[in-house]
Structure formats: C-alpha cells, structure tokens
C-alpha cells in the first residue's frame, strides 16, 4: 500500500514590532505582529502557501492578542495632543481677553502667566508672551474659533477653568469693563458651558450676567 499524506498547517510569522498601549497591561509594551497563512503540506511538509489568514498583534508580556486596530490607540499621545491644543487655545484667549480694553498691562500679563502655569503645568517665557500679544493682536477671529477644536472634548470643569482664568485676567486692571464683558460672554458661549452654570461663575466673580 501507498499513501499520499497531504493536508494543510497553519503558519505564524513575526512581520514586524514595536511599542504600543496594550489594553490587557493598561500600559505601553512591546508586542510583534504576526501574519498567520495556511500552507499545504506534503508528508507534514509545509510546501506552499494557499491562503493569507489575517494578522495579529502579541504583547510581549501578557501574550494578550489583539488585531491590528489596537496599534492605533495612544491614550497619552491623544491626551498630550489635547493638553498642547488646549493650552495654546486658553493662552489665545487669556491675550485677547487682556487687549479686549485695546491696552494691556503689568498685571494682566502677570496674571496670564500665573493661569496659564495652572493649565499648562508649565511657564511661559517673556519670549512667548511678546510673540503671543503680537499674534493675538493681529488675529481677528472671533473668541469661538480659538476654542473649537478644544471646547468639544472639556468637561464642564475644564470649561470653567478657562472662563475663570479670563476673568482673572480681565480683573487684572482693577475693573471689568463693557468691552471686556462682552468677551467673557462671548467666550462663554463659545465654551458651550450650560448658562445656568456660566451665569453663576460670572456672578461669583462680580460680573453681569448672561442675557437670554
Ligand atoms: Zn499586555
């Protein structure tokens, strides 16, 4: 008698590897991508390849298995992102808050620095405060625009945290005056916090409230 034994294997290969968030560790590890093909075998002999399976992604140290889709989720990279936009766009709106009365001074610019070091986590240098008035100056979108790309992912106490700094800013000068009243509603607003709740910051702080 003569047997042909023939069949087919499954086949794992490591195409490539790298650092990722692995969802299982609940941080950053090493995995390997792994392509998996089923191969045609002759006598337990993989000959050649008939059909690609799909990939794979393997943490290096749970041996979790994910597809491929993981690669792309970067919480701390996604949430760097955010805090650098969200940081730039306060920054915008704390400078043109500040020259709302069309002059800025000492104490205003102490007191940008001083708020953007609560929301930056970081100073801001003489350097920055010129080349950002100067900006500031010659943009002339309205307060909304600095703000959308960030407003849509704060809560409402990120939300607050902003208009608060404005208004401290706004007071840096000893008094908040139409102009710059009108600023912290517009920014308001364009914030997107509940009026019931920007309402009553804006009280707290001594400043007239939101019209219907
Ligand atoms: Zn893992």
New binding site residues.
Partial sequence: MFFIVWGWRGRQKEIGNGEFY??????Y?GYRLIAVTRWFTLYWIPLFKTKELGEFVE??????TFNEGVLQFDPKGAQEKFEASFAIASKRVMFKMALADGEIDEGEIAQITQAFANIAKREISPEDIAAELEAARDDTRPIGDYLEDVAGSLNDTGKELVLRSAIAVAKADGHVDESEESELHELAKALDLPRAYANGVLAEEGIKAMAR
Avoid at 22 to 27: A, L, N, R, S, V
Avoid at 59 to 64: L, V
């Fill in positions: 692995c969802p299982d560790c609940g941080d590890r943490c290096g140290s749970c041996q979790g």
